[in-house]
């Protein structure tokens, strides 16, 4: 209604009629903004390896084929997450074969052969289905979702690896299923896709027949038992969003507590530690596309603790890109020792500072 406005979206805050102190401090600020994104620009075209020759891959989480060209024009590597559970929200229905299979094909296609890690459904918790009918839960974060909807409703599922696989003969797929805390589950889901693969094969349909299969680490089932797990698929991949409110015990929607939803708590980071170390002895990968593996300050940290990709949000490629190159390897583990040994989030956040 007439009022001047600064909206500051880095931090939240809103200035209603600003006065001019103000003015001229976000004018500055905004400027600098601007600057510092012309010269991320300058990282697309660049490698992401430290100071001492150690290469690490960046991936961008995606949730759909309209999200494809900032996944090109920020230099990523892959996709880490494609989420596909959108596919399923932004309909009335459930997705057909042919649907799906055409939308997990273009983004194949589109990234020339570059990885794309493909999560399956993920949908309950705090994404809902209405043609679905799915439950009222008074929990539903540790409810009926994810895979465990879809070992339930194996139709269902099978459409949606049958889509996977037939996209795989036109890209680098690779298929990530969610929400896992038994070794039982990753049996059962490696049994439906062979499933899958021998109708395919019957009905000569081509695919990838050497696809890899992942999990993600998100909860502390997983976590803890990462080593178990990692001799049963191709590749880990760390959801730090649910890892850190399961491991916690804190709804990261609820405001209330949100100030005790901290990735940087050391039993989060134990868990992460536990993850990396347990895929690592089993020779197998492991990236994070949780919102951690965006966070600027962790950069350095989550190279220490021998994270082999990080996927977030293709915007903030450039900038984590950008630490990479200035980091060395060698001191990345020494920072990773010494904040693995102290005791409260706040002391880990202070070293890290230091470094």
């Known amino acids: 209604h007439g009022d001047d406005i600064i909206v500051d979206a880095l931090s ?6 600003p006065n001019e102190d103000d003015l001229k401090v976000y004018t500055d600020k905004r400027n600098k903004f601007l600057q510092d994104k012309e010269e991320l620009k300058k990282m697309n075209d660049k490698e992401a390896i430290t100071t001492d020759g150690h290469r690490v891959q960046l991936w961008a989480n ?8 900032g996944v090109l024009r920020n230099g990523a590597d892959g996709v880490g997450l494609y989420r596909t559970e959108f596919l399923f929200m932004d309909n009335d229905r459930l997705p057909t074969e042919e ?41 539903p974060f540790l409810g009926y979702r994810a895979l465990r909807v879809c070992l339930d409703r194996k139709d269902m599922f099978k459409t949606q690896l049958r889509a996977l696989l037939r996209a795989s003969a036109f890209g680098q797929v690779k298929i990530m299923f969610p929400m896992v805390i038994d070794l039982n589950e990753v049996r059962a889901t490696k049994a439906l896709l062979e499933e899958c693969k021998a109708e395919l094969r019957a009905e000569g349909i081509s695919f990838d027949e050497h696809i890899k299969i992942g999990i993600m680490i ?11 797990f990692a001799e049963e698929v191709d590749f880990f991949s760390i959801g730090t969003n649910d890892l ?32 990396i170390e347990g895929a690592h002895a089993a020779g197998i990968t492991i990236s994070m596309c949780g919102e951690f593996a965006g966070d600027e ?12 990709a990080f996927s977030m949000s293709a915007s903030s490629i450039p900038k984590i890109k950008k630490n990479v190159i200035a980091s060395s390897y060698a001191d990345s583990k020494v920072l990773a020792t010494e904040a693995m040994a102290l005791r409260t989030a706040a002391e880990i956040k202070e070293r890290i500072k230091k470094a």
């Open 12 to 17: 939240g805050d809103v200035i209603i009629n």
């Open 62 to 69: 995606i949730g759909g084929t309209k999200d494809i060209a």
């Open 99 to 139: 649907e799906q299979f055409y939308a997990y094909k273009e983004v194949a296609e589109s990234l020339g052969g570059k990885p794309v890690t493909i999560r399956t459904m993920d949908i309950g918790g705090d994404k809902a289905l209405p043609y679905m009918k799915l439950p009222h839960e008074e929990n």
């Open 218 to 228: 998100e909860t502390p089932a997983a976590a803890f038992r990462a080593k178990h």
């Open 244 to 275: 850190t409110q399961y491991t916690l015990a804190v709804d990261r929607g609820n405001e209330a507590i949100s100030r005790l939803y901290d990735t940087y708590n050391p039993a989060v980071l134990e868990a992460i530690r536990l993850s």
């Open 297 to 308: 300050e962790a950069t350095e940290l989550l190279l220490g603790l021998g994270l082999d």
